[in-house]
Nanobody, 127 residues
Framework: QVQLVESGGGLVQAGDSLTLSCAAS????????LGWFRQAPGKEREFVAA?????????NNVDSVKGRFTISRVNAKNTVYLQMNSLKPEDTAVYYC???????????????????WGQGTQVTVSS
């Protein structure tokens, strides 16, 4: 019912910035919260950030992410963004956007909280 397409990934150098986009289409009216996850090689998919329709944000508070990534959305465009600053090699991963019917970002931090997923976009940060 909902399709999500990520874009904006690529190869960057450590310290650089990158902004990912995810456009949602289909029956998006019931997808209240949009989130970003990432999956590095050999690791489980992990939560990065989520944002509700009203703009309330929940983020992964670990030091690896805190203060460097910013999530935003433009509801009129059904698009969510992830601005990534001061990128580090350990940020290398496939980044996925996802849509949840949950209305609060604070309770949409787990993989199982999301109903729809994009195909992912590769972010590679060279050292």
């Amino acid at each position: 019912q909902v399709q999500l397409v990520e874009s904006g990934g690529g190869l960057v150098q450590a310290g650089d910035s990158l902004t990912l986009s995810c456009a949602a289409s289909g029956r998006t009216f019931n997808t209240a919260t949009l989130g970003w996850f990432r999956q590095a090689p050999g690791k489980e998919r992990e939560f990065v950030a989520a944002i509700s329709w009203s703009g309330v944000i929940s983020t992964n508070n670990v030091d690896s992410v805190k203060g460097r990534f910013t999530i935003s959305r433009v509801n009129a465009k059904n698009t969510v963004y992830l601005q990534m600053n001061s990128l580090k090699p350990e940020d290398t991963a496939v980044y996925y956007c996802a849509a949840s019917t949950k209305s609060r970002a604070s309770i949409a931090t787990m993989i199982y909280d999301y109903d729809y997923w994009g195909q992912g976009t590769q972010v590679t940060v060279s050292s």
